[in-house]
């Protein structure tokens, strides 16, 4: 099972928007989650069910969905938000996980 | 508060068994499906597989010839088993809830590293 693709790295000013892509196969995206990962820790994740934000979790990140591609937007990006973010798709076809290949976020 | 926490040798020979622990606290492993997933250094996550309270199993298809997981209700604990391991193996393993198809809480995860 192939990864899903995203951008190596995507940067942005303080204050602006970014978005992140996560691209899946013909068949679609499935379920889809997405992490971000500080370099030495765990992921924690910020978007499930495509749009759906945790408890806890900053309105200024958001998720969308259109075709066989799945979008992580960061809006009024800030320093902390510095960092990987990784997509997940759960398929019920397959019943597995695949992750995104990970995009590098700067905060310039 | 759902805390993971791995455990294990660090350390692993070539074309041993790798056997990692993920101990659960502040909830049951009954009613869930448990992760383990994966991240060689500095590169990106890979899903290993699941295990259902129940015992029943789901394993990545790329490494499903090595991989067995076990569930332990009464030690509120789940295990890994991948054998066969080569430097390719070498990884932060990490364990995680599974919910719903979310993977949401995570462990702090391990670095198993795999040597001759």
């Known amino acids: 099972q192939s990864a899903l693709t995203q951008p190596a790295a995507v940067s942005g000013s303080p204050g602006q928007s970014i978005t992140i892509s996560c691209t899946g196969t013909?068949?679609?995206?499935?379920?889809v989650s997405w992490y971000q990962q500080d370099p030495g820790r765990a992921p924690k994740l910020m978007i499930y069910?495509?749009?759906k934000r945790p408890s806890g979790v900053s309105d200024r990140f958001s998720g969308s969905k259109s075709g066989n591609t799945a979008s992580l937007t960061i809006s009024g990006l800030q320093a902390e938000d510095e960092a990987y973010y990784y997509c997940?798709?759960?398929?019920?076809?397959?019943?597995?996980?695949?992750f995104g290949t990970g995009t590098k976020v700067t905060v310039l | 508060q759902v805390q993971l926490q791995e455990s294990g040798p660090g350390l692993v020979k070539t074309s041993e068994t790798l056997s990692l622990t993920c101990t659960l606290s502040?909830?049951?492993?009954?009613?869930?499906?448990w992760s383990w997933i994966r991240q060689p250094p500095g590169e990106g996550l890979e899903w290993i597989g699941h295990?259902?309270?129940?015992?029943?199993?789901n394993y990545n298809p790329s490494l499903k010839s090595r991989v067995t997981m076990s569930v332990d209700t009464s030690k509120n604990q789940f295990s890994l088993r991948l054998n066969s391991v080569t430097a390719a193996d070498t990884a932060v393993y990490f364990c995680?809830?599974?919910?719903?198809?979310?993977?949401?809480?995570w462990g702090q995860g391990i670095l198993v590293s795999v040597s001759s």
């Open positions: 995680a809830r599974d919910y719903e198809k979310i993977i949401d809480y």
């Open positions: 502040g909830d049951s492993v009954i009613g869930y499906f």
């Open positions: 295990i259902y309270y129940s015992g029943s199993t």
């Open positions: 013909t068949s679609g995206v499935g379920i």
């Open positions: 069910e495509g749009t």
């Open positions: 997940c798709s759960y398929s019920y076809s397959t019943s597995f996980y695949v």
